[in-house]
């Protein structure tokens, strides 16, 4: 596996200077190297805790956290990695690595309602460059069209067209896409063994058990419990401390 530094983003960032930054991740790097997995996750846990958590080191945390076992925090920097770089390829293959030790083996649906399927069905950047792109192109073209000949108005009125049919749509998936990224909160399962039960209350009579890795959306909070559901739709309460938002 190849370790890689996000220099752009660490270089930017306040409490370490970019030699330290540097340092330190070199530190956890040649640490992984030699399969001394704590001290690699001490070191990159270091770059997040100072708002370094670029996706490399989210990544590189991930694998170092698979390395050891430890499912529930392999998953959770794996997919706070994803979020940020969701093309990569090597955070979806480490996932699917992730995923595959998991025991629980959730059947049915995703959990995820019709506009949230559609806003996540293309990438944040790419409908955000679409709208922008048909929507500047669009009024380029018509003050083009204020100046152009009688012989090209008719193609430029065309064009001008395709370009606000295609801002349209852009636009709405932009908004949703905003609308589902504030309103919807995911969660990764930390603990070994988590009881989800029909009330927010230790005594509450238990509904299922969740184990470590697994991805869940977080509804409400009560008190020191939190309302999971899961991809198959079931609900439950669950002690939040059990549970690290994505």
Known sequence: MILRLALGFVLTQGYYTAEEARQIFAEGAQAYD???YDRAI???KRLVDRGLGGPDVLYNLGTAHLRQGDLGAAVLYLERAQRVQPDSEDIRAHL???RARQLDRVVGGDGGS???RVATAVPANAASWIFLGAWAGAFALLIA????TATWRSALALAVAVLFALALPAGLLVGAQVYVAQTVREGVVMKQKLE???LPAPNG???FEVHAGLKVRML????SFVRIQLPNGLVGWAERDGIAEI
């Open 34 to 36: 030699r399969e001394q």
């Open 42 to 44: 001490d070191a990159w």
């Open 96 to 98: 699917e690595v992730a």
């Open 114 to 116: 019709l506009l949230e």
């Open 145 to 148: 069209l204020r100046r152009a």
């Open 196 to 198: 989800a039960r029909e």
């Open 205 to 207: 009579k238990v509904s």
């Open 220 to 223: 409400n909070a009560e008190g």
